[in-house]
């Protein structure tokens, strides 16, 4: 079965250091990956989406690279603020579904300290 | 900016009971989703909804489960008969669609589910 792994359940920072949030995947490639944050009580907000011929995609203080070698995401949030404080989810198509059926890892707990 | 709508924000119900969840997708939207998240879990794919029927469903879809877009706006999820395992966060979810299927998602602010 295809599987998303977001193995570090929580992560603690420094306010103004980089956060980097590691989503491992299972089994075949997916077309792309999908980064969400979600606060507490809250439905997931999208972030990010790269594509498996991606290596890089940048939105304003936040990166994600796709390697497909080591079948892995990384997400940086880069000069972190307490208002990044959230759990951040990484999501990948089912494969062979029909129009983009999310499965999602259990998400990263970060915690950006003042 | 449009946003997914869902109502009631929690729904307290007696074991075996029917519930009804609504949810107002993003109008120009065309692929509509549920999901749930169980407190604690991940949150878990269950139907998707497409041309005014189901394209996929999970394993947690079972005879129990419905969707429903009964007009223009609404999208709706209804369980039948409740059971206790059913307590969760429900999350409606809409996509454009386009060129390209696999767009963002939208999620909804969620229905808690309580089963008593």
């Known amino acids: 079965s295809q599987k998303i792994e977001q193995n570090s359940e929580a992560l603690n920072i420094q306010e103004g250091k980089t956060a980097t949030l590691t989503c491992n995947y299972t089994n075949y490639s997916p077309a792309y990956l999908q980064w969400y944050r979600q606060d507490p009580g809250r439905g997931p907000v999208f972030l990010l989406l790269?594509?498996?011929?991606?290596k890089e995609k940048r939105k304003e203080r936040l990166k994600v690279t796709f390697d497909t070698t080591l079948k892995q995401s990384l997400f940086h949030i880069t000069a972190s603020q307490p208002a990044d404080s959230a759990t951040y989810l990484c999501a990948r198509a089912n494969y062979g579904g029909s129009q983009g059926n999310l499965i999602f890892g259990k998400g990263t707990k970060l915690s950006v300290k003042p | 900016e449009p946003e997914v709508t869902q109502t009631p924000s929690h729904q307290v119900t007696q074991m075996g009971q029917e519930v009804i969840l609504r949810c107002v997708p993003i109008?120009?939207?065309?692929?509509f989703y549920w999901y749930r998240q169980i407190l604690g879990q991940k949150v878990e794919f269950l139907v998707s909804?497409?041309?005014?029927?189901?394209?996929?469903k999970s394993e947690i879809f079972d005879d129990q489960f419905s969707v429903e877009r009964p007009d223009g706006s609404n999208f709706t999820l209804k369980i039948r008969s409740t059971k206790l395992e059913d307590s969760a966060m429900y999350f409606c979810a809409s996509s454009g669609g386009g060129a390209e299927a696999y767009n963002e998602q939208f999620f909804g602010p969620g229905t808690r589910l309580t089963v008593l």
């Open positions: 790269i594509r498996e011929n991606e």
């Open positions: 109008s120009n939207h065309l692929y």
């Open positions: 909804f497409y041309n005014n029927e189901i394209s996929e």
